[in-house]
Structures are given as structure tokens and as C-alpha cells.
């Protein structure tokens, strides 16, 4: 599958080759001599050892589409002739004038000082010095036949990311590991600049996309005049890494991003397996702008963006969970028996804790209510006093076992671990013990409550399995550079729930009446039931709270396959809603892979015994694990310093007053 990699990598040296000096030297008779091979007491003579850089690996998606992958690329060099008369003057004249002749043939043409020339002339003549970035092969083309002597093409690998901003905060980006040296030749010394990982997958598997390296040998006369070019071996191509990500459904997440926000997240997970499908974060950012190196100006723009966009959502950005973190409290309370399905709870409009009242969302009373309807209906008054009956040491307790408070251990960089507090710290941010004010407001997930998109989806990955949360993978297999499988994920468990069948099913069904006909009716599918939760919480330092809504579950409701998070992240000051703003999102995502989900969590057919004879050798393939179709190169925590996105203020009790907790 990547053995197209290998005759990638002999057409860049085959062009580098001809596009060079001549491979047999013309004068002398044309043949390398013991004579010419020796450099002793030949001052111009050189042999030269060279590196030939390899391709790096591509990324691709679950399907084998590349989200990162190599292209031939130019770059206009100077490659000067062995002077007679090696005066300053006229090695930087014969230099100073192709320069001249470059800038006229293309845009960006580097201007080195006269050392500069002159000093590339004295120790390494024999190499070229390269003048541009890599250009296109339209653009190469389009100046080759204008090429005078001493200016030259030559082909390199660039990196390339044909889908541009997609999935950039989890795919990253590379740089340059080193410039070219400068001063006397080297052995090994690389024949173009090498790049290495800077972010992302890039960077976290820089070692497996690597590759290794072919040798070049060079031997020149006394005239500057190549006797002889050998190389040993092949580049090895770096291998590939396979993601779990669909590449079509991360595209339509970010679709609906763009088409129903200004910021937000979109995440989905196969329950089944672990594997995160969509990881998507809006805005983002061209990771072709780091190639070859992004500009000061281009990164400044970036940095200072109000929008942020180097800054990863879905994974970086601890958010309350709102009202999206009432399921987990309902759980808790039943699988402890505090409460049982048809205990009824007293809803007035709101709920007193010393001086400070917690409103209910509409501000009405509700009556009597058992825990389906109160998660239907995400009465604030209900889980304010349930989890005060049950303790925030038990809700809090399943909200870890949900993955809440730690990072999910997935291959990002700057992943945020989110928030669970504890006794200890309260203790030392208040000094002060819990009170029923702090438990009040953390059965409504909000306060010092905090958790990504991601550990959103995740905790509802684990609520929809009921029995434990599975243990989430971004990273499908690694495959060396001929295709084969040198590591894979396999599904496995994170953490056992002990949960009861009977308190997740309850819960379960309470989600479901969310979205048929609760404060979830937008989130609905015609053609199948989704479980869900809204919700709408306040975000951000208190001069510049914003709105931050929700609508986070899983489908479909009986056997659960797919979990998903939606957040809308609002302008400050603007009012948001669950429902309205990240419950519209959810169908406008789903409704796009309606036959393909369908298919997906459809029932498993019958079993059928069927018998047949198998040859020995097909048998011995057995257990071999199967690659993910890689496609061949086309032959044309996140680590920046970002600044911290704001985080959500820890609520004090005292700050409960005029709450309006929303679902």
C-alpha cells in the first residue's frame, strides 16, 4: 500500500539528480580515475557524504484518507562553478547578478548579504544554496525554461494538509528541525532541511512518521566537476498513523459549527468501542500556514484573534456542564437508594440555603415530582435537594468514575483535566467545609463543576454502557512503511460503574422524555430515539460572563451505539439556550449518516453455521491484523504558547443569588 512511498522518493532524487550538476563529469575523458578519487593535496577536490531525507508517514482518517501527507515541491537555488581567479569581488558579483535574475523570475527571493555568498563559495561551493521556499510545481514550471546558468531547481518533500483547517488542533503541525549548515561540509549532513514534529499527532508521533534516511556519496575534481554520484539504499518512508476519526463526519461537524455557532465543540463516540469519530473545535486555523514556517505576522494575527482559534475546544475548554450534569446526579441517588423511581420530590419555584434562593429555570413551581419527569423537565429545585439527600461525595464520586476530573489520557497536547472538587478543596480555597449551598449548585453542574466537551461525551458514553466507561482511543493503528500493522487499539474497560441495571434504565428513560416532548424536543430524530440532556450555564470571569449551552446524550435509546456532546459556546452577554443552541445542532449532525447509522446500530442478524474447507495457507493469515487503506503520496497541545482561555470562576454560595439555572 505504501510501497508508492519508495518510488516518491526516487523521483525527488531522480529530479534533485537532474536537475543538478552532470551525474558523469565531461572532460578528463569523462570516467571517475584513482587520480581523480584522491583529494589529497587537491585544494578544490571533495568527496562528500550527503543524508537524503525520507518522507515522512501520512495521517490518515479511519477510512484511509490522509489529513496529512507529502508533495514534490521546488525551491530555486544557486549553485556556483569552480573560479579561476577565487577573488571576493567576483564570486559575489557572478552570485549578486543570478540573485538579481531570480527576483525577476519569482516572488520571495532570499537576498543574502556578500559574506554571506562568499563564504557559501569558500566552503561549500560544491552544495547548492537554496534562494526560496518550496514552490509549486506550477510555479516551477512556469519559471524553468527562464533558469541562466548557476540558477537551478531542485525537488524536495513539503508536507501537506489537503483538508486545511480540519481537524487541526488534534492533527498539528510541522517545522523545520534545523537549518541548513553553514561553513565547512559535514558528513551526513543533510541534502534538504528536515522537518520534525511541532504539535498535534505530528509531534506525538514524530518518531513512527519519521522515516529513515537514504546516503549519497559525491566525489568532485579539482574543476568543480562531479566524477561521481552514488547512493545506498532507498528512503524509507516514514510509517502511518491511522486515526479513529471519520473524516466525512468530522467535516459535517465542522459544517455545523460554522452554520450554528460562532464557538463551540462538537464531539461523538462509538460506545462500543472507545473510539472518538469526531473531535471537532470551532473555530480552528490552516495548519498550511506553518508550511514551511508560519510568519510573525501570520502567528501574531492568530494569537490576538478574540476568537482564539489555535485554541482547542473540544478538549482544552472546561465549561460547567449545566444542567447536562443532572443525570449524574439522578443516577447516584438511585443506585445508592436514596431515592427510588417513583419517589416524589417537593419543586417550589426555588430552594433557600441561608440567605440565597435557587431558582428554579422557569420560575414556577412544579409540584411533586419523581425523578423521570424532574430530569425531563431539568427542575433546578428537584436536584438541588436530591443531591443534598444523597451527598456530593457520592455524585461526585460517579462523576470520576465517569471520567470527570482527569484527562481521558488520549494522544492530545494541553488536554484539560476539567474540575470535581473535594473536601480538601473547598477546604483550601475557602477554608471552609462543604455546605448545602456548595451541593445545591453542584447538582445543577454549576460552580467549581468543570469538564471539557470530551469527558461531556465521555461521561455519556459510560452512562449509556451502564456498566463501565469504556476507555476512549484516538488513535486507530500504526502501520510501518510497507503497510504493515505495527500497533492497534483494542477496545477496553476505563473503570467499572457499579451501577444498578434498574437506576441506569430509569435515567436512561428520563433522557429519552427529554427529547420527546422535554426541554430537549429539538435534539429529536425521526428515525430513531435519542437520550439527551440540555443545558445552560454561566462561564468565564465575572466581568465577562457568558452564556455556555448544551445538549449532550447518546442514541439510540435501547441499545446505545453512538454518545455525543454539542456545546455553544455565547458572546458575552448574549442568552443562550440548550435547546435553541446546541439541541439544533444535534439533528442537523445526525440526520447527514441517517443510512449509515442506521445500518450501524442496526440488530445482528441471525447467526448462520457455515462450513468450508480451508486451504492451509489461508488458514495460517489467521489473527493477522487487518491495515487501514493508505493512499499513495501525490507526487506534486497543541503546542504553540497559546494564552489560557478563561477559565469558569469556582462558585461561592453567596454568588447563588439571581441565579437563573436554565436546562
Known amino acids: 500500500m505504501l510501497r508508492q512511498i519508495f518510488l516518491a522518493s526516487a523521483a525527488v532524487i531522480c529530479m534533485a539528480g537532474a536537475q ?164 565547512p561540509i559535514f558528513p551526513d549532513e543533510p541534502l534538504w532541511e528536515m522537518s520534525e514534529g511541532r504539535a498535534g499527532f505530528e509531534k506525538i508521533y514524530d518518531e513512527e512518521l519519521r522515516g529513515t534516511p537514504a546516503t549519497l556519496h559525491l566525489l568532485f575534481n579539482e574543476q568543480g566537476q562531479e566524477l561521481l554520484r552514488e547512493q545506498k539504499g532507498q528512503p524509507r518512508a516514514g510509517g502511518a498513523v491511522v486515526t479513529t476519526l471519520n473524516m466525512r463526519w468530522q467535516k459535517r461537524a465542522e459544517k455545523v459549527l460554522d452554520d450554528y455557532s460562532n464557538r463551540g465543540a462538537f464531539v461523538v463516540i462509538d460506545v462500543a468501542t472507545g473510539e472518538v469519530l469526531v473531535l471537532a473545535s470551532k473555530p480552528s486555523f490552516d495548519l498550511n500556514l506553518w508550511i514551511p514556517g508560519i510568519s510573525q505576522t501570520e502567528y501574531a494575527e492568530l494569537r490576538e484573534d478574540e476568537d482564539k482559534p489555535l485554541y482547542a475546544r473540544a478538549f482544552q475548554g472546561i465549561y460547567p456542564p449545566a444542567s447536562s450534569f443532572k443525570p449524574i446526579v439522578a443516577l447516584a441517588a438511585l443506585n445508592d437508594h436514596t431515592i427510588e423511581e417513583y419517589t416524589t420530590i417537593n419543586c417550589p419555584a426555588y430552594v433557600q440555603y441561608g440567605n440565597h434562593k435557587l431558582w428554579n429555570w422557569s420560575k414556577s413551581a412544579y409540584g411533586s415530582l419523581s425523578v423521570i419527569p424532574a430530569i425531563k423537565w431539568s427542575n433546578n429545585p428537584w436536584f438541588a435537594q436530591v443531591g443534598n439527600k444523597v451527598g456530593s461525595g457520592s455524585f461526585l464520586g460517579l462523576a470520576r468514575r465517569l471520567g470527570m476530573g482527569t484527562s481521558t489520557g488520549l494522544p492530545l497536547i494541553g488536554e484539560e483535566p476539567g474540575l470535581v472538587p473535594t473536601a480538601a478543596w473547598v477546604r483550601k480555597r475557602y477554608g471552609r467545609p462543604i455546605t448545602e449551598g456548595d451541593a445545591a449548585n453542584w447538582s445543577i453542574g454549576q460552580g467549581a463543576v468543570l469538564a471539557t466537551p470530551l469527558q461531556v461525551a465521555q461521561a455519556m458514553a459510560g452512562i449509556a454502557n451502564g456498566g463501565a466507561l469504556p476507555k476512549l482511543h484516538l488513535m486507530m493503528q500504526v502501520q510501518d512503511s510497507y503497510g504493515q500493522v505495527i500497533r492497534t487499539a483494542q477496545p477496553e474497560r476505563r473503570n467499572w460503574l457499579g451501577l444498578d441495571a434498574e437506576a441506569v434504565a430509569t435515567v436512561r428513560e428520563g433522557m429519552r422524555q427529554v427529547v420527546d416532548g422535554g426541554t430537549g424536543r429539538s435534539a429529536g430524530l425521526s428515525w430513531t430515539q435519542v437520550c439527551g440532556k440540555t443545558g445552560t450555564g454561566q462561564w468565564g470571569p465575572e466581568s465577562k460572563r457568558q452564556g455556555v449551552a448544551w445538549f449532550a446524550g447518546f442514541l439510540p435509546a435501547d441499545e446505545p451505539r453512538l454518545a455525543f456532546a454539542a456545546l455553544y459556546e455565547g458572546r458575552p452577554g448574549q442568552r443562550v439556550s440548550g435547546g435553541r443552541n446546541a439541541g439544533a445542532m444535534v439533528p442537523a449532525f445526525f440526520n447527514s449518516f441517517k443510512s449509515e447509522i442506521k445500518e450501524m446500530i442496526a440488530p445482528a442478524p441471525k447467526a448462520v453455521l457455515v462450513v468450508a474447507e480451508v486451504e492451509e495457507e489461508e488458514a495460517s493469515t489467521e489473527g493477522v491484523m487487518r491495515a487501514i487503506p493508505v493512499d499513495p503520496l501525490e507526487l506534486e497541545q497543541f503546542d504553540p504558547d497559546v494564552d489560557p482561555a478563561p477559565r469558569a470562576l469556582p462558585v461561592d454560595p453567596s454568588e447563588l443569588e439571581g441565579f437563573e439555572g436554565q436546562p
Open 20 to 183: 543538478g550538476v552532470p551525474v558523469a563529469a565531461e572532460g578528463d575523458g569523462g570516467t571517475a580515475s584513482a587520480d581523480d578519487a584522491s583529494i589529497f593535496g587537491r585544494k578544490n577536490a571533495r568527496t562528500i557524504t550527503l543524508k537524503i531525507p525520507a518522507p515522512r508517514g501520512p495521517i490518515i482518517d479511519r477510512e484511509g484518507q490522509p489529513f496529512a501527507q507529502n508533495r514534490v515541491a521546488y525551491q530555486l537555488v544557486l549553485q556556483f562553478e569552480q573560479f579561476e581567479v577565487e577573488d571576493r569581488e567576483s564570486v559575489v558579483a557572478w552570485g549578486r547578478e543570478r540573485i538579481e535574475m531570480a527576483k525577476l523570475l519569482h516572488e520571495g527571493v532570499r537576498e543574502p548579504d556578500d559574506d554571506t555568498l562568499f563564504d557559501h563559495y569558500r566552503h561549500r561551493r560544491w552544495l547548492p544554496y537554496y534562494i526560496t521556499e518550496p514552490m509549486t510545481a506550477e510555479e516551477a514550471d512556469a519559471i524553468r525554461s527562464k533558469l541562466t546558468r548557476g540558477l537551478e531547481l531542485r525537488a524536495v518533500y513539503e508536507r501537506y494538509y489537503p483538508e486545511k483547517s480540519l481537524a487541526a488542533h488534534i492533527i498539528g503541525y510541522t517545522g523545520i528541525a534545523g537549518k541548513l549548515p553553514t561553513g
